[in-house]
């Protein structure tokens, strides 16, 4: 691959992961509406997309408010942070055979890394901000972060045992054959759990929680900043969404009918739709609930998932 | 687990529902007779003012939003001098239609009264008092009351009684 090549897919990534970002702005709300019986936005421009431009422009176009009491720097670069390491974590995601920015040998972890780093805007956005809800939430973050991230990592390492490498490159060829999600349904069915906790989306939006912490660790944030937030959060779920993709669902493998651009694009939709949908219809836990299903349920499975992985692999391989 | 899935499938299936959203410039929601909207000042079937500015209205008003000033003809008739509404402090409960003795005000079913100015807002007379009815029709609140004012004489009215003579000693 020339320089010029990967400079181009770099573009090309970023410039179509904003923009689903914006996107996803629109489809939520019509989404929502209809599983509500509602229409939603269907007003300004075709279906009512040009929402998203009203919505980008209201946004830019917000006083910019930093709070006296805030901790003026920490507060600038918290919504930055979650943004950024989102955007970082799509760097080892390969599209399709060739569209891949960074194809690490280590890409898995560096998934975990980033989107553990992700933990530090809601930690430092709640501290900064000098606000008890904001305190709070960023409070309840953090111990979900450290609850979850626990094992969705675990869940991750059955695909690693069976692949034998944290290259996504090559965890994808390796499901050639049969899907990840049929050999570890566990696994994925973990993953998915963590990742929706991970992007503290409903109905795991423990550290936002409108109807008890106002909005949680943004509360104090106007105009831009919280666009960052709010684009870190469709980020957040494009990523999670993909990555259940690439690691359970065969990433771009599909019949030929259909490039595979096209079929890591289609998964991927149908797994941000079901982010909706899960938005749509369950309610939020509480919190202490919420940590002891991690603990005392998801961790003892997760485990017991990857000691019976490891067994099969170990009698695999002996055999 | 599974309740949360068969919540999940019960609100995906919701996507092929009818809506019940009613796309309100194109398609108009249906208003009942009753529905209670812009005020209106009705007149009686001989096209009169029906209001005989008691200042019952303003005084059940729980906002205030209502002004006037009461006068009378030279044939002892009342009628309001001036008549103001401010519609945008109406809350548009119906206590002044409910308050007023001769049906004279009524609520209507028109709720599309916008206005970029403020100012608009305050409806006068003029813009209050229609020629119609309303909502009870037939009804001349000088017909049936003890009073002459141009309309009947004493006594003439509908279900009335000659007046008694009280120089006269007979039954
Ligand atoms: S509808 Fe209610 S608020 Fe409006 S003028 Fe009548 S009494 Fe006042
Ligand atoms: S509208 Fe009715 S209540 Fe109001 S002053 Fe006139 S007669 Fe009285």
């Not at chain 1, 599983?35 to 040009?50: H, K, T, V």
């Not at chain 1, 094992?151 to 490159?169: A, E, H, K, R």
Request: hydrophobic residues 50%; contains cysteine; proline residues 6%.
């Amino acid at each position: 691959m020339t320089v010029m090549q990967h400079i181009w897919i770099v573009l090309g990534v970023l410039f179509v992961l904003l923009n689903i970002a914006a996107g996803l702005i629109w489809v939520e709300r019509r989404l929502l509406a209809l599983w509500q019986d509602r229409l939603g936005p269907n007003r300004a421009g075709p279906l009512g997309i040009f929402i998203v431009l009203a919505d980008t422009l209201k946004l830019f176009f917000k006083e910019d408010w930093i709070p006296p009491f805030a901790d003026k720097w920490v507060f600038i670069t918290a919504p930055a942070i979650v943004a950024g390491s989102v955007l970082l974590s799509f760097v080892i995601i390969p599209f399709a055979p060739g569209i891949v920015v960074a194809d690490l040998n280590v890409g898995l972890l560096f998934f975990l890394a980033m989107s553990s780093l992700g933990v530090y805007s809601i930690v430092l956005g709640g501290w900064a901000s000098n606000n008890k809800y904001a305190l709070l939430g960023a409070m309840r973050g953090a111990s979900q972060m450290i609850a979850y991230e626990v094992f969705m990592g675990l869940s991750l390492m059955g695909v690693v045992m069976i692949t034998g490498s944290f290259n996504m490159g090559d965890i994808v060829d390796a499901q050639k054959n049969v899907w990840f999600c049929f050999t570890q349904p566990l696994g994925f069915i973990i993953f998915f759990i963590a990742g929706v906790a991970e992007t503290h989306r409903l109905p795991f939006d423990i550290p936002e929680a409108e109807s008890e912490l106002i909005a949680g660790f943004h509360a104090e944030y106007s105009g831009m900043k919280f666009g960052m937030f709010f684009i870190g959060e469709y980020l957040g779920i494009t990523l999670i969404s993909a990555m259940t993709v690439t690691l359970f669902f065969g990433g771009w493998h599909g019949p030929a009918f259909l490039p595979p651009l096209a079929w890591f694009a289609l998964k991927t939709i149908l797994f941000l739709g079901l982010f909706i949908l899960l938005r749509a219809s369950l309610p939020r836990p509480r919190y202490d609930q919420l940590i002891e299903y991690g603990w005392k349920v998801l961790l003892p499975v997760v485990l017991a998932n990857l000691m019976i992985t490891g067994a099969i692999a170990l009698w695999l391989k002996s055999t | 687990m599974l309740s949360n899935l068969r919540t999940m499938w019960l609100v995906f299936v919701h996507l092929f529902k009818k809506k019940a959203t009613v796309q309100y410039p194109e398609e108009k929601n249906t208003l009942r007779p009753r529905w209670r909207g812009r005020i209106v000042l009705t007149k009686d079937p001989d096209g009169g003012e029906r209001c005989v500015g008691c200042y019952l209205c303003a005084a059940a008003c729980p906002v205030d939003c209502i002004a006037l000033q009461a006068t009378e003809d030279k044939d002892g008739r009342r009628y309001p001098e001036f008549f103001r509404i401010n519609f945008s402090r109406c809350i548009f409960c119906g206590y002044c239609e409910e308050a007023c003795p001769t049906y004279a005000i009524q609520l209507i079913p028109d709720f599309e009264m916008a206005e970029y100015n403020r100012q608009n807002l305050v409806f006068e007379k003029e813009d209050l008092l229609i020629d119609s009815q309303g909502k009870y029709p037939g009804y001349n609140f000088y017909k049936v009351a003890g009073m002459d004012a141009g309309v009947k004489k004493k006594g003439e009215g509908e279900n009335e009684e000659p007046p008694v003579d009280i120089y006269s000693l007979l039954p």
